[in-house]
């Protein structure tokens, strides 16, 4: 199945090859869950402050049950710090 990657900041070191702007479209296993996603990419957990699944909150406890479907769009951003 081809999902899409919108990673932000510094997350965006960890997209596949061929990322344009953020975003990369990428095949995964299916079924494949957010938990998934992460543990192929090599994401320190420590590193996701929020993601969404098309568009829906899904919380770090929910990453190994929120299975992926073809088309799904993942997004995530790390923890934002500012002054």
Do not use: C
């Not at 192929?40 to 420590?46: A, G, R, S």
């Not at 929120?66 to 710090?81: C, E, F, I, S, V």
């Amino acid at each position: 199945m081809k999902i899409t990657l919108k990673f932000f900041s510094t997350l965006a070191d960890f997209l596949p090859a061929g990322a344009e702007d953020n975003v990369v479209e990428m095949e995964a296993d299916s079924p494949a869950s957010v938990q998934d996603i992460v543990n192929k990419l090599n994401i320190p957990l420590k590193m996701v402050h929020m993601t969404l699944v098309n568009g829906a909150y899904v919380a770090p406890g929910d990453f190994a049950s929120r299975q992926l479907k073809d088309g799904d769009a993942l997004a995530m951003w790390p923890p934002l710090a500012g002054g």
